[in-house]
């Protein structure tokens, strides 16, 4: 059984009596099955830094319209990094781009070494092999994708016994190398859905990255490729193997595994895979009683007040109804309310809003509260209420300030650590790349397109459209694809990411739609170069 526990291998030995290896090579280990997918595990655990600060989601968000982190006092100024992201300032020598390229590269070259262990198995006649393979080109794909996506160019590195510093490749070389790795392994990658290609990389999860690299193909080469994006959106959803869950909340819930919407997850635990740090990273220090932590929040991450203002009737105060969880009442038992609540977008679940309470029904309460004429007097006084506006980014900005990030269930005696499996890839955005896609070959007026937007609509218990646009596209993305790693995409696609939002005015200069290469890469690697602008 190969299923949720791939990447949990590294962690379960017990047994302190094994022999060990200095070296795991072809020789001493990859003998049999079971050790062919422990080592296998090694290529998705480095998934595993999606989940927290200062990384490749964070990195993508905080260039958005979605998500701030404000400077309250001395809290969350970090020497300017996070401002400068916001106000697209970014400079070549902030620490989260030099991270991100880490995360991206460690991923690659995790990826190639365990190629070249599989190759020199299949040379030594093992028939098991090939499979193993596809699946790891597949993966690493995905790495080069997310490379490509965000800083447009970067080495392309294929032998991990290729020792030769080489410099970047452009936009255009890494979009054809993508293209053709998932060509090649697409047609012999897996197709079954169940325990033992859960959390690993399918036919589905290879057609949804090449979905997602004909969306923006215009984008990354100048040529559109919506009708291939189309196509493969379309492979997916003829597939049968995935439908939007009934609740939109059930994807993200704390045991997420049965979702049959998720098509790629990263399997976090909190005993045996740490790092998904989500309450830490967004709720306020005093939600440490609303939900029983172990851990004290940081109070870092709020949603922009103009993306949170975009749902339908968003909650901005919902009162003393006992506890809160994600902005909307729960009973004694912990048990959310249904999602039919007026006219709410269900998808309010993405936030955390509104007066917090602790499971005993007692007002949560701020005890660093300083009040009136402090240098952050939160308007609502001692009793934390998430508001969703925010008065400023900084220096003094409100503790209390912003709706804070809902998206996953937190679990009630939760640590640091979630347990929810991080969605990479999901079937009700293949359902907008579809509508998408077909809007821009056949405009908006297409029948497909609007029915395909209007199941998302649906699901989310807000009337369905009675017309398509690409406002209406774009703004129905944002709400359901929210904290997804989608919307830096969206924002370039549709013409959005030089607006002014937030704190943030016009961008003068379009060089900000892609990162800058690492200041401390180029000190590194004499042959790169900088990305046009920086």
Request: aromatic fraction near 12%.
């Amino acid at each position: 059984m190969i299923g949720v526990s791939v990447t949990f291998f590294t962690f379960s030995c017990t047994n302190l009596d094994e022999e060990l290896f200095d070296q795991v090579t072809a020789d001493n280990f990859f003998q049999t099955d079971q050790e062919l997918i422990a080592g296998l595990g090694a290529a998705y655990s480095s998934f595993g830094g999606l989940g927290n600060h200062s990384n490749l989601w964070s990195t993508n968000e905080l260039v958005s319209d979605e998500l701030i982190i404000t400077t309250k006092g001395g809290d969350w100024f970090d020497g300017g990094v996070l401002q400068q992201l916001h106000l697209h300032t970014f400079t070549p020598d902030n620490g989260f781009f030099n991270n991100t390229w880490g995360q991206l590269y460690g991923g690659i070259s995790t990826a190639n070494r365990l190629l070249a262990q599989f190759q020199e198995l299949k040379a030594q006649g093992n028939t098991s092999a090939d499979a193993y393979i596809a699946e790891l080109r597949a993966v690493r794909a995905l790495w080069y994708y997310w490379i490509m996506d965000g800083f447009g160019r970067g080495p392309l590195v294929t032998d991990f016994n290729d020792t030769e510093v080489k410099g970047a490749s452009s936009r255009q070389e890494l979009y054809n190398f993508i293209e053709s790795e998932l060509n090649a392994v697409i047609p012999v990658l897996p197709t079954a859905k169940d325990a033992t290609t859960y959390g690993r990389m399918t036919r589905w999860a290879a057609l949804t990255i090449r979905a997602k690299l004909y969306l923006n193909a215009q984008i990354y080469t100048g040529t559109a490729q919506y009708q291939k994006a189309a196509d493969d959106a379309k492979a997916i959803i003829d597939g049968g193997k995935y439908n939007l869950e009934a609740t939109y909340k059930d994807n993200f819930a704390v045991n997420n595994a049965g979702s049959n919407e998720n098509i790629f997850v990263y399997p976090y635990d909190k005993v045996f895979a740490g790092g998904f740090n989500w309450p830490m990273m967004t709720l306020h220090y005093a939600s440490q009683t609303v939900y029983n932590l172990t851990d004290q929040p940081w109070n870092g991450y709020s949603v922009v007040e103009e993306f949170y203002n975009s749902y339908s009737n968003p909650v901005t105060n919902p009162g003393p109804q006992g506890p809160v969880w994600l902005g909307l009442a729960i009973d004694a038992n912990n048990d959310r309310v249904p999602d039919d609540v007026g006219t709410q977008d269900s998808r309010l679940s993405n936030f955390v809003v509104g007066p917090q309470y602790k499971p005993s029904g007692d007002k949560a309460v701020d005890p660093a509260f300083e009040g009136p004429g402090s240098a952050q007097p939160d308007p609502d006084g001692i009793n934390l209420n998430f508001t969703p506006r925010i008065n400023e980014l900084g220096p003094n900005a409100w503790r209390q300030g912003g709706a804070r990030i809902g998206k996953y269930a937190f679990e009630i005696g939760g640590t640091a650590n979630m347990s929810n499996d991080f969605v990479v890839f999901r079937y009700a955005d293949v359902l907008l790349i579809r509508a998408e896609a077909l809007a821009r070959l056949n405009g908006y007026g297409n029948a497909e397109a609007l029915t395909l937007v209007n199941q998302i609509r649906t699901r989310a218990k807000v009337d369905p459209f009675v017309t398509l646009d690409a406002d209406k596209l774009y703004a129905e993305r944002g709400r359901e694809m929210f904290a997804e790693m989608t919307r830096r995409q969206d924002m370039l696609r549709f013409g959005k990411f030089g607006a002014a939002y937030g704190f943030k005015g016009v961008d003068a200069s379009t060089k900000y739609q892609l990162f800058p290469i690492p200041k401390q890469q180029l000190d590194a690697n004499a042959k790169l170069t900088q990305n046009p602008g920086y």
